[in-house]
């Protein structure tokens, strides 16, 4: 058996802790599999009293993550500490230019500066692995660069950000059933349970501003289309607007409310978007549940693969990180991003405005004659074709505000958008008019 | 860009044309995928003449695969002529000691020869790829032996025939909906139509009594456990006593019937089996509908995971062997099962008789006073618990027959056989009394 694989990890929080678990619970099924031991010599986090339940005698501290990455006696350093830039950017850099491999989970960073780390990877014959990245325990990264490499990959999609999907399963009160109390609650509430659960940060924008699932999106979309990573180009659009009366709407209609990211090829340019879809609830990505991820690939030969896993928390991250170390260990040094960076496709990006689908929109007018006329007429002048249209009960006394749901027929994303801004100046409609995407998939 | 990797080619049915086809139209995303061309240099197949819609200039021709292995010039040989025995374990025999790799579709070989011929190719410095043998499309094999490589895997299972799951969808009418005239009907009518379609071989027997599955399952557990190939411990049952009153009550009782294989370790032993379940509706395994396939793992830290796919056909089985052989373009060459052949563990397996589930059991009684006192008897006499029973309607005369379905709690296999080999002897039961496990998973 060969030298043991020296590993530091900068970052011990839970990912970093439950790394560590995972190398020294499995040690000797992962030396069976990697052909060696893996072997942990340096760690870095930000305070060396607190009490992790790990045992780190023998290891060498650093308090400094950058100095880890230049001096530690590691083949391979482990970056757990996130951000998109410095000390996370700097400690990569360093790591990569000492001649070590680098593993990380930092979606953000790769998101940001994807492309060229990657290339510093490849130039000095090192690799970069962030199979926990995206979608945590989903090996989706080696799905997609290995597993399906024979294929031109035309569309990638997925649900890649647990805290929302936790909050539209609770909204929807699938998860347990006409009994669950939160069936039928709005954003907040349903938001405000999920930060008390720990599902959802203190300041959650990140997650439901669609932010992560956004920088995730770009990775994927790199690996997918062999292109740049280009995070500026993804439309991002957060689930704060779907409100309870969407998803009650949406369950009728016949359709489930779900955060995807989806990145697909058109002619050549690539559309990359985060927004609340409406998808078809017999489709597996609808019942895709709480705080799991699942990611669908459409390729030429394949069809379609779908993977579904925890995208989150200790130990599934962590398994995602071994994994990587373990290509590591077993020499297995792939590009980055499936072809060599510098050969990367710079491709054009799909503006938001040329998209086409069918939309779901919801208003709140007053009950008042010809209400309907003027929301008609502000579609009919965009070429807008109406599906249907819901309008239920009155309201209470005259001139109280009721809701109206319009399905569209197939419409580009620009008039829509200059549809809505007309409606939204009518004066009998009382709230900002919202939209959400039919996806057909 | 280092010199081509040379491809010898042994079968040209669905398949084999299938990756030929691959490697051409997708020859410059694979080229760059793999860091250099992939180029097929020899094929073999039966019949010399027949027009396949393939290019085959300059490409050497061998009548005989065994042959092709031995003296075609080749850095890999893919064999995809299928069976356990020669030619094509010859032919494998044949290429890995003549130095070459070995990618191949056949998990009859692998199940009955997988210990011996993973021996062989570590042996000699060459790999044995078999992502095709599993699961169509689906990177099931890569997922288990790298993506999850960290992970101790306790559970693996899945939906392993496409033939199998297409009948049983539409048996219970899922595909289509209400309006599915196949809904309601009897295996042998939706046997027969998928015959038609091609779903399903003229001899249906190798996919319908669960013997392909059981060779995918056997395949499935030496990756997961690190263990030898045992596929002499697999029980196997089939779905052809799977009734259309079966898939009836399960609906009823909020169940559906998958074949499912599944393989476990409990207490150190391994129990593989592959026999109809009834799987609660609301499980992601539940919906996996017609010819798709699905692979659940269980592991320590990464929890479950689940891959889905097309399980069958010419592009998604291509799809795996070209990745195989990317892989080796790549130069990733792993132990054939995760670990070296020498070192996989020899586990005890568990007898069948000692499973423990719950079960369904099915039996066809002459409506007259005391069969049930006497049912009821046979299975009070073997501690065998009835969780609920549906007897419904009486028939047309008296003394004609009607069905009464029992739903037990938890029971060793060894004594639910017991109780039903007596109850099949009572004078009022007119039919050989059928069970299908409830599985929780």
């Known amino acids: 058996m060969s030298k043991p694989l020296r590993i530091a990890v900068a970052g011990l929080g839970t990912v970093g802790a439950g790394t560590l678990r995972l190398l020294q619970d499995n040690a000797g099924t992962i030396a069976a599999r990697a052909g060696r031991a893996l072997q942990v010599t340096a760690v870095s986090a930000r305070d060396r009293g607190r009490d992790r339940g790990l045992d780190l005698s023998g290891v060498q501290w650093f308090d400094d993550p950058v100095a880890l990455a230049r001096d530690a006696e590691a083949d391979v350093v482990v970056e757990l500490i996130g951000g998109s830039e410095d000390p996370a950017k700097l400690l990569v850099e360093t790591a990569l230019r000492a001649g070590r491999h680098v593993v990380t989970a930092n979606k953000a960073l790769l998101a940001h500066h994807g492309t060229a780390l990657a290339g510093l990877a490849e130039g000095v014959g090192r690799t970069l692995g962030y199979e926990a990245a995206v979608a945590g325990g989903i090996p989706i990264i080696k799905g997609l660069r290995e597993g399906l490499a024979g294929n031109r990959i035309s569309r990638v999609y997925g649900v890649l950000n647990g805290t929302c999907n936790y909050i539209l399963t609770q909204m929807a009160g699938e998860l347990e059933g006409a009994g669950n109390p939160q069936a039928g609650q709005n954003f907040e509430t349903v938001l405000a349970e999920a930060q008390r659960l720990g599902y959802a940060e203190a300041d959650p924008s990140f997650d439901v501003d669609g932010i992560d699932t956004a920088h995730k999106l770009a990775i994927l979309t790199a690996v997918a289309f062999g292109c740049e990573v280009d995070f500026g180009s993804v439309y991002v659009e957060g689930i704060r607007n779907v409100s309870a009366l969407d998803v009650a709407y ?81 020499g297995t040094i792939l590009p980055v991003f499936g072809i060599p960076a510098a050969n990367l496709a710079r491709l054009p990006s799909l503006p938001m405005g040329e998209h086409l689908c069918p939309y779901y929109l919801r208003l709140l007018v007053r009950d008042e004659p010809g209400v309907i006329a003027d929301v008609a007429a502000a579609l009919r002048d965009e070429s807008i074709s109406m599906e249907s249209m819901i309008q239920r009960g009155r309201a209470e006394g005259e001139g109280e505000a009721v809701p109206v749901i319009i399905m569209t027929h197939e419409t580009q994303e620009a008039q829509i958008q200059r549809a809505l801004a007309r409606i939204a100046e009518l004066e009998a409609v009382v709230e900002q008019p919202r939209l959400i995407r039919i996806v057909d998939l």
Chains 1, 2 share one sequence.
Not at 262 to 283: F, I, S, T
Not at 292 to 319: I, W
């Open 250 to 330: 949406a369950d009728e209609l016949g359709y489930r409310i779900k955060l995807l990211g989806l990145a697909q090829l058109v002619d050549g340019a690539v559309e990359q978007r985060v927004h609340p879809c409406m998808v078809a609830k017999e489709l597996p990505i609808a019942s895709v549940a709480g705080v799991f991820n699942a990611v669908v690939a459409d390729g030429d030969f394949v069809d379609t693969v779908m993977y579904e896993g925890r995208g989150a928390g200790s130990g599934p991250t962590a398994s995602a990180v071994v994994a990587d170390l373990i290509d590591i260990a077993r």
